[in-house]
């Protein structure tokens, strides 16, 4: 007589938005991945560094396959993203201009630095930013801001999401019940990059308060 196979995780194995992540991947399966990755984008308290490895887990317990699961996440990255991007496009150019002026501390000049800087990297910056926390769901902003050409931020964005779900995706696939180391040390890392933020805006705001 065989020993049957391990049945599936249940929501009653996890709690929180793990449950919930895995619940949903359960009742939709693929699709329930990629809208779990895709609320990401729009609202970054859900961070992909737990639901990607999660993604791992459920293919690694059977809900899907591996493919199925890194095809699955990466579209909902790029969807996520997208939505983003057209929010940005909507805000237009001139309207954050002129928001960007009456910002305490910044002016429109700072403004039309940084949108210089997009229009000679953004390329780059949506690829790597879509590798860096916080920034994943910030970099569509300017983006869609500046009009990209909506076909080169999709190359980019599709890239950028595919490197970095899949190592999260395969390291959860890979460590089974222990996904969560994942989620551990990347949220280390997210505080450095938190940390780092934080530091270069106060180092900015002293030295817009000593120029004044």
Do not use: C
């Not at 020993?3 to 949903?24: K, N, R």
């Not at 990755?37 to 317990?61: I, K, Q, T, W, Y």
């Not at 790597?128 to 569509?140: E, T």
Request: proline fraction near 5%.
């Amino acid at each position: 007589m065989t020993a049957s196979a391990a049945p599936p995780a249940t929501t009653g194995e996890l709690t929180g938005v793990a449950g919930w992540a895995v619940g949903l991947m359960e009742s939709l399966g693929g699709p329930g991945a990629a809208l779990v990755v895709g609320l990401d984008n729009l609202f970054p308290p859900l961070p992909s560094e737990l639901v990607l490895p999660l993604a791992g887990f459920a293919a690694g317990r059977g809900m899907f396959s591996l493919t199925a699961a890194l095809f699955w996440t990466t579209l909902g990255s790029v969807a996520g993203a997208v939505v983003v991007y057209v929010l940005g496009a909507l805000l237009g150019h001139d309207r954050t201009r002129r928001l960007a002026g009456r910002i305490p501390l910044v002016g429109t000049a700072d403004y039309d630095r940084t949108a210089a800087w997009f229009a000679r990297h953004g390329g780059k910056a949506v690829f790597f930013g879509r590798m860096i926390p916080v920034f994943r769901s910030l970099v569509s902003v300017p983006a869609g801001v500046e009009r990209m050409p909506f076909g080169r931020f999709l190359l980019f964005t599709t890239a950028g999401s595919l490197i970095w779900n899949t190592g999260f995706v395969v390291a959860g696939y890979l460590l089974g019940e222990n996904w969560a180391l994942v989620e551990r040390y990347a949220t280390a890392f997210q505080y450095v990059v938190v940390a780092a933020v934080a530091a270069a805006a106060g180092l900015f705001v002293a030295r817009r308060i000593k120029a004044r």
